[in-house]
């Protein structure tokens, strides 16, 4: 059983007649699944934008109409564009044997040592992850500890994450998640640090290079007042 649970009644009305639901509070919804033909039901507004506020596409929502209950996740919510109240809903009814694709916010928790001592900063990188797991398995996100960036360079990749073995992670393993690097401040500083140096080891070359011509120079004018 989900922690969400939504009131819903068959559904007659379809195509363009479905205005006349939405002029009563009423977003007509349709349930379908690979167990299941599709199903078109209707589910009080406020109640379905509560729910899916609060379940969002990563929670089970049991769907009960006329004593049956569908175990469903939200697939496509429509929205009207100007007013944002819901148009229609797609639901997919899971079958608890069989594992489904959902894509996992990254939920960043904590903070990185060197990042709170100013002596770097945080990239992040992908926000969700694309997970196949069974249903009882499904979670509403991925909790990342950023408390284990100690060092300038370290790097959390999609492969660290440790989601049991179970679960089928689709992206890239070498996905970034989060990285600390240099602030641009230190950066800034070791570069002028370098062009400095480089400025410094040009002069030497240079000064050392006129001394030799100038010993050859000297040279020539003793041989030529030897011949003299």
Known sequence: MSDFVIEAEPRAIVGKKVKRLRAQGLVPVTVYGPRIEPISLQIKERALDSTLRRAGGTNLIDVKVNGDTHTVLAREVQRDVLKGNILHVDFFAVDENSKIRANIPIQLINNSPIVVGRQGILLTGTSTVTVEMLPKNLMNQ????????????????????????DVTVHNDPNEMVARVVQTSAARAEEMDLIEAEGQEEEFDEEGSAAGDVEVISRGKEK??????
């Not at 408390?147 to 049991?164: A, F, H, K, P, R």
Request: no cysteine; proline share 0%; net charge negative.
């Open 223 to 228: 041989e030529e007042e030897e011949d003299f």
């Open 142 to 165: 991925i909790e990342v500890d950023l408390s284990q960036l100690v060092e300038l360079g370290d790097t959390i990749l999609v492969s660290d994450l440790n989601l049991g073995e």
